[in-house]
């Protein structure tokens, strides 16, 4: 027998959601899709690419920004090419009541909250555990760990308050599962994102909201932030799949992670990372295993047909 509330067939998932004590269908299909979302920090590079994604599947969208209004307005513009309302509020949320307010703002602006993206952070605030001050922790923690929590509350009291089945995504890094240098705090924040990502998905699982997170390895910024590989070879020739990703290619898994499609899914953390932190020691006597090497298509392709070759002779025997 199914579980209350939930119907499975072979094809098919029907999930119930309770409205004000009744049992209510989401749609016909049991759709998940989320139609009005929420980006912190769509004013630039990851969070700008998520904007524009969401609007091509048919969200309208509210953004913040801190400073760059321009960057914000260019936002606004692609998300209207598209067809979709984009409404842009400006917000410094590191203070402790901004990540309510932009919530408030963006559920009214939209008329309803179906997805929040936590974007907005700090991409920096590396250092020595030799030199930490309570400032420099006070102010990571206060953008890239407090304002996710508080935004990521606001926005499901909204969606348990509407009976939305609503999704919310938290940006982390891939920095939250590989130990690098100089970065106990900002990838010891993301690390704990992901650590109460899991947690509010076992809390919110029962209102039928989905929390997930997307974790960016190394992705292209326009202003160099995270250099363009072509011009770092070092950078390029350490990834496996041998480039740094997009703001598009990001938005992408967000989108997934929000729509039906991802329906069964709560309480991970989707590397988009070109397999980047894969690799563990290098081994053997060459230099560099084969991601490292600046022709490694040419050489995985000789090889493959080396490879392809034996085993034709091996089976002719
Ligand atoms: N880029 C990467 O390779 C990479 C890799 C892994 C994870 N990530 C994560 O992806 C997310 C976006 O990174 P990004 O590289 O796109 O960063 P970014 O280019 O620096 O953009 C950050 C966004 O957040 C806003 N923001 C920054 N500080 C803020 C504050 N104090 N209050 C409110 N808004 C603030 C910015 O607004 P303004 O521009 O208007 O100031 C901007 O819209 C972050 O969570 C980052 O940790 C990035």
């Not at 590989?229 to 898994?253: C, D, M």
């Not at 499609?261 to 980047?276: F, H, K, M, N, P």
Request: glycine share 10%; aromatic share 8%; with cysteine.
């Amino acid at each position: 027998m199914d579980s209350p509330g939930v119907h499975i067939d072979f094809w098919e998932v029907r999930c119930y959601h309770a409205r004000d004590g009744t049992n209510e269908s989401m749609d016909e299909r049991g759709s998940f899709m989320s139609k009005k979302a929420l980006v912190t920090g769509g004013s630039h590079n990851i969070g700008q690419g998520i904007a524009v994604v969401l609007a091509e599947k048919g969200y309208d969208v509210a953004i913040t920004y801190r400073s760059r209004a321009d960057g914000a307005e260019e936002t606004r513009k692609a998300v209207e090419a598209l067809g979709r309302k984009c409404y842009v509020f400006q917000a410094e949320l590191s203070q402790e009541d901004a990540p309510q307010r932009v919530v408030d703002q963006a559920y009214d602006a939209l008329d309803g909250l179906d997805l929040t993206v936590c974007n907005a952070a700090n991409p920096s605030g590396r250092g020595s555990i030799l030199s930490a001050t309570p400032e420099f922790i006070n102010n990571l923690f206060a953008l890239n760990f407090r304002n996710y929590l508080l935004t990521a509350s606001a926005s499901s009291r909204y969606m348990v308050r509407d009976g939305v089945p609503g999704v919310i995504l938290f940006i982390t890094s891939s920095r939250a599962r590989r130990a690098y240098p100089d970065d106990y705090l900002y990838g010891g924040f993301k690390a704990g994102i992901e650590r109460a990502c899991e947690s509010m998905a076992i809390d919110l699982c029962r209102y039928g909201i989905r929390v997930n997170c997307v974790a960016p390895g190394c992705i292209w910024m326009r202003d160099g932030g995270c250099p363009d590989p072509e011009e770092y070879p070092f950078l390029k020739n350490g990834i496996p799949l041998h480039r740094s990703g997009t703001a598009r290619e990001v938005g992408e898994a967000v989108a997934y992670l929000a729509s039906e499609e991802a329906g069964y899914i709560t309480g991970i953390s989707l590397r988009v990372d070109g397999g980047l932190i894969l690799p563990g020691m290098r081994e053997g006597k060459e230099p560099n295993a084969l991601w490292y090497d600046s022709n490694w298509q040419d050489k995985v392709r000789a090889e493959a047909m080396e490879m392809l070759e034996n085993h034709r002779k091996e089976m002719e025997k």
